[in-house]
């Protein structure tokens, strides 16, 4: 999933400071689920405004709430029709998608960002998000153990581990175990050690040149207005 | 103009040096050096970026060695460059009489002190081998024909104290297969281990001309042999060595370090433990001299 944090309080201030009627919305998937822009993390923002603003003597602005299931969905979007009227401004707590979604949805609305998009990655264990995809566009997980180079060894390198790995750890930080090392152990206790003798080349950076496009073989037409660019 | 190369293809024992461009201008102390050195060993390497701090290049520097009458070993790091950018600069640096190239995949902007940067990283290590020895037949990375090919010897490294080394290894083999022509390794200080080693690397090398260089990294006093062992990557200062470097005043530890640098040269001639040796005296080039006296190689 996307995993993001909310920006801090004071960034968001900032952003809502020339408006009136502000709407926080919340997204109800990715952001969701690593506590950063849900239903939850939406009332807490907006009573965190709440007593900024009091302390600051600033109790002009009137918030309302909101979560959809997607903001990144064109469908789910036109829910807000109505929520929006009269909105000087809307924060999403969506990831970039999200808020980009809005912002091409309503075109005379201001939209802000409540949270940083951060990486695709996983929950290593309570309340730690740890990437996992770089969403490269050419997946070599097959020939590394199903461990990912390009995202989790710092350089991004193909062909074994650089000099800079202490016991095992990163020279970028001890907290994070070498990709290469892990790799390795896990080739090893696959009986696959011959894949990491394989020379790999340099990445192909054309899959990646942005911004991306998929579109989808299947359900074209079942998908309606929809369909041009699908997944 | 190619006197590292002719050393080792040789067979004698090399010897090569090592120059730290300065963070700045003032190339006072760095030309002393070159001009202290030059003659004394084979080649000076000279560092990209080292450790990921901004500094004068190693192309411009590896330039004025040659210009100078020394031979140079031109680091090239994939850090900071695209493979675009760094065939140009393997082009510019053969342009200006540079012919040898160590390739890196080079420290982590973040150890450096642009902490903010976009590391590159476009190629690593291995595959700047490959494309160095690509461009030597004549071709660039895309396969395009090169209007006059290099002449690179290509150089790389390899770390023996690795822990584990067994990933290590593997890369080591895929350099060698990639092209590489000759080694450094990091700095080495336990010569059994060092020894076990090269008999390793050796067994990989067999029949092809690949040329081992033990790194050998002064030992200026034990709080810094300490401080590699907690902090460097690959470098392993056994207790023997760091009772040695105790056992002396601290104002003769220097010396110290020096007589050890010395007889682990020795001992690498004297065994034919490896091809050379690679001396890093890292900002104390003066006493490089005295070292190359007390081993007895001028």
């Known amino acids: 999933m996307i995993v993001a944090e909310q920006k801090p309080l004071e960034d968001i201030i900032r952003m809502v400071r020339p408006y009136k009627k502000v709407l926080l919305l919340g ?86 960002p409540g949270v940083n998009t951060s990486f695709i990655g996983m929950a290593v264990e309570w309340g730690v998000w740890d990437e996992r995809c770089a969403a490269c566009g050419d997946c070599r997980l097959e020939d590394t153990g199903g461990i990912c180079p390009i995202t989790r060894c710092t350089k991004g390198i193909l062909n074994g581990p650089c ?6 750890h990163c020279e970028v930080s001890p907290d994070m175990e ?16 011959e894949r990491m003798r394989r020379y790999y080349p340099p990445r192909n950076f054309r899959p990646i040149s942005r911004p991306r496009r998929i579109v989808g073989k299947a359900g074209l037409e079942a998908r309606g207005s929809h369909g041009d660019v699908t997944a | 103009m190619a006197r590292y190369r002719e050393a080792c293809e040789s067979g004698k024992f090399v010897v090569s040096g090592e120059i730290g461009p300065p963070k700045g201008t003032d190339v006072r102390e760095m030309v002393h050096h070159i001009d202290l050195l030059k003659d004394l060993v084979d080649g000076l390497n000279v560092t990209d970026n080292q450790s990921a701090v901004l500094r004068l290049g190693s192309m411009a520097v590896s330039h004025e060695i040659v210009t100078r009458g020394g031979d140079a070993i031109y680091q090239v790091t994939c850090r900071d460059r695209n493979r675009l950018a760094i065939q140009n600069d393997l082009l510019s640096a053969h ?22 940067a976009k590391e590159v990283y476009d190629f690593e290590s291995v595959q700047l081998i490959q494309a160095v020895k690509k461009m030597n037949e004549g071709f660039d990375w895309a396969g395009n024909e090169l209007q006059g090919s290099t002449d690179f010897y290509i150089g790389a490294v390899v770390t023996p104290e690795s822990d584990p080394i067994e990933p290590q290894k593997l890369k080591f083999e895929k350099k060698v297969e990639a092209g590489a022509q000759f080694f450094q390794t990091q ?11 090269m008999e390793y690397a050796r067994g990989v090398t067999e029949g092809q ?36 470097m105790a056992s002396v005043p601290k104002e003769e530890a220097l010396h110290k370090g020096m007589e050890i640098c010395a007889r682990h040269i020795r001992f690498c001639m004297d065994n034919n433990v ?8 890292i900002g104390k080039e003066e006493i490089v001299p005295d070292i190359l006296r007390m081993a007895g190689l001028i």
């Open chain 1, 27 to 112: 997204c109800g998937t990715c952001t969701t689920v690593c506590n950063a822009g849900g239903e939850t993390e939406v009332a807490f923002l907006h009573d965190a405004l709440r007593m900024a603003e009091a302390r600051a003597g600033d109790g002009r602005r009137e918030y309302s709430e909101a979560t959809l299931k997607r903001q990144c969905d064109p469908e789910f979007l036109e829910h807000l029709t109505e929520r929006v009227e009269g909105v000087d401004a809307v924060v999403s707590l969506a990831c970039g998608t999200g808020v980009q979604a809005l912002a091409e949805r309503f075109a005379d609305l201001p939209v802000f």
């Open chain 1, 163 to 168: 000099a800079g790995p202490k016991k095992g």
């Open chain 1, 178 to 193: 070498c990709a290469w090392i892990l790799i390795y152990r896990r080739l090893e206790r696959l009986g696959q050690l």
């Open chain 2, 95 to 116: 342009f200006l009489g540079i012919r040898n190239v160590l390739a890196l995949t080079g420290d982590h902007v973040s150890v450096g002190d642009h902490k903010d």
């Open chain 2, 187 to 197: 700095a080495v200080y336990d010569m059994d281990n060092f020894q076990r080693f």
């Open chain 2, 209 to 244: 001309d690949v040329k081992m260089m033990a790194g050998l990294v002064v030992l200026t006093s034990v709080g810094m042999a300490k401080y590699m062992n907690k902090f460097v990557p690959g470098v392993f200062v056994p207790d023997d060595l760091l009772e040695e």
């Open chain 2, 274 to 281: 490896c091809d050379g040796v690679h001396i890093m005296a």
